[in-house]
């Protein structure tokens, strides 16, 4: 099942912290984060793990809620750079392919 | 290092042509992929590649064959071609699909408008 992004856009200034969940009605095993800009390819940001482990990128992290149905991407002091939309992959199992959801808009203004 | 390559950038097809869509990578990875991209769905799986000599349907196959040449590459056919296959296409790449925590790698994308 597509996970489904919250929320779809979202407009902040420049400094401030954001917050991009991905739902999902079963458990997720793991939940790759990739940004995209505008008329670029995805780039990877950042994967977590259902046990907790992370791996990517130092300014951004990632948590599971309790039920593991639901991943936060926090993404603090953002930078102008940081505009673009944030598109989250999921799978429920190990060995699963990466569902992707419809993306979160970001953008960032000075 | 390229990355991963796909050619070509923009193309413009009549409806019942067929093209095919190049992808190659230079990584080494096992695990090959075929999206598209259509305004506010996000990116949908077309087919995929988990190791030299396999494949397997994604989530929207239909209208689509693919051909993992070798270990590099990775080919997408169109056979005929409807407007509704008009999208943006990622080839992408990953070291082993068995293992959730290896990131994908995208290629530049490949604009196809049918007409």
């Known amino acids: 099942q597509q996970p489904v992004q919250s929320p779809q856009a979202v407009i902040l200034r420049e400094g401030e912290d954001a917050v991009i969940n991905c739902s999902s009605s079963?458990?997720?095993?793991?939940v790759h984060w990739y940004r995209q800009k505008h008329g670029e390819a995805p780039v990877f940001l950042m994967i977590l793990l259902k046990g907790g482990e992370q791996k990517g990128h130092d300014k951004i992290s990632a948590s599971f809620n309790e039920k593991k149905q639901q991943s936060s991407l926090y993404l603090t002091a953002s930078q102008l750079s940081y505009s673009g939309t944030y598109f989250c992959?999921?799978?429920?199992?190990?060995?699963?392919?990466?569902?992707f959801g419809t993306g979160t808009r970001l953008t960032i203004i000075p | 290092n390229a990355g991963v390559t796909q050619t070509p950038k923009f193309q413009v097809l009549k409806t019942g042509q067929s093209m095919t869509l190049q992808c190659a990578q230079d990584?080494?990875?096992?695990?090959m992929y075929w999206y598209r991209q259509d305004p506010g769905m996000g990116l949908r799986l077309i087919y995929y590649s988990a190791s030299e000599g396999t494949t397997d349907k994604g989530e929207v196959p239909n209208g689509y064959n693919v051909s993992r040449l070798n270990k590099r590459e990775f080919s997408l056919r169109l056979e005929s071609a409807a407007p509704s296959q008009t999208s943006v296409y990622f080839c992408a790449s990953s070291e082993l699909l068995a293992r959730s925590y290896n990131e994908q790698f995208f290629g530049p994308g490949t604009r196809l408008t049918v007409l």
């Open positions: 990584m080494n990875h096992n695990s």
């Open positions: 079963k458990a997720l095993y793991s």
């Open positions: 992959g999921t799978a429920n199992f190990g060995n699963e392919k990466l569902t």
